[in-house]
């Protein structure tokens, strides 16, 4: 077509692309809608949406990956625009991107309580992952961190599972909280970590805990070029560890820290580990350290 840039027929062509199935199972092509690529300046975001987080659209436009996506759930009102039900935070990242178009699954002629009916129910069925999936999903794509704290644990005789709330010898449950532990305090450390625990508890159940494995790792960060670790192991070995953590929960009560009896580091853990490691330090004539937090 003279006079029309090829541009201009690319936009033409992609703006009108439609892929139309009959149904399938007894669904309706009504009820499925079509699929199609549309700009993203004919969207528009309904009222009933709630406001994204920031964060949320901001992890998808720095890892964008146009394979993973998706399609965008939006409805083709009567009056002629597009009302997004699924997918605003995607299309707010797309934005940010200055991306132009988008693949969308395009329903027709909803009322604004159908889209409402449609946006609640796909906010309440969904299932996230949960952190522990998450973790597997990361050793499956050879994850350099996820890797090294499952060889670790295994180095130490102890092995993993993604079912929260196991309570098995030698089986940790909590291998998302390793992760973080792990970028707390690094690879060596949290070798030293596992050796401390396993050498202590033997991989009892009540040891894998994750507020033990919390509380030891702060204790341990902040301690790092002062511990004796041979002394730390020693210490813990007098006090079971459901104890310990029973101990360091009432303790926590009634002094300054309680406020931090849940923080993600479990300061009222590792406070409670750095006494019964400066009790054995006097009894046996040894140099102890000052509490770092």
């Not at 670790?152 to 390793?178: D, I, M, P, W």
């Not at 400066?278 to 004539?285: H, P, R, S, T, Y």
């Amino acid at each position: 077509m003279r006079g029309v840039s090829k541009n201009v027929l690319k936009k033409e062509a992609i703006s009108k692309l439609a892929i139309t199935v009959d149904g399938y199972d007894g669904v309706s092509v009504e009820a499925i809608g079509q699929y199609q690529v549309l700009p993203l300046s004919s969207l528009i975001i309904p009222s009933y949406q709630r406001n994204p987080k920031p964060k949320h659209i901001h992890r998808i436009s720095n890892n964008f990956d146009a394979a993973i996506l998706g399609t965008l759930l939006v409805n083709r009102r009567t009056d002629g625009t597009y009302a997004i039900i699924d997918g605003q935070t995607r299309k707010k990242a797309l934005d940010i991107l200055k991306r132009k178009y988008v693949l969308c699954q395009v329903l027709d002629g909803l009322t604004i309580e159908q889209e409402a009916d449609k946006y609640v129910k796909l906010n309440t069925q969904r299932t996230a992952l949960n952190a522990n999936q998450k973790f597997i999903g990361k050793l499956e794509k050879k994850d350099p961190i996820a890797l090294n704290i499952v060889a670790v644990l295994l180095r130490h005789g102890l092995t993993y599972t993604t079912e929260s709330g196991t309570k098995e010898q030698n089986r940790v449950a909590c291998v998302a909280s390793l992760e973080h532990i792990y970028k707390s305090i690094g690879g060596h450390e949290f070798d030293n970590l596992v050796f401390v625990n396993t050498s202590a508890y033997s991989g009892s159940p009540n040891s894998l805990h994750v507020q033990m494995w919390r509380g030891l790792a702060t204790f341990i960060r902040l301690h790092t070029e002062y511990y004796d670790r041979y002394l730390l192991i020693e210490a813990l070995r007098k006090e079971d560890p459901q104890v310990l953590l029973h101990e360091a929960m009432s303790i926590a009560r009634d002094k300054e820290i309680y406020r931090l009896r849940y923080d993600s580091g479990c300061v009222h853990v590792a406070k409670h580990i750095w006494a019964k490691y400066e009790n054995l330090a006097k009894v046996e004539g040894k140099k102890g350290i000052p509490w770092g937090f």
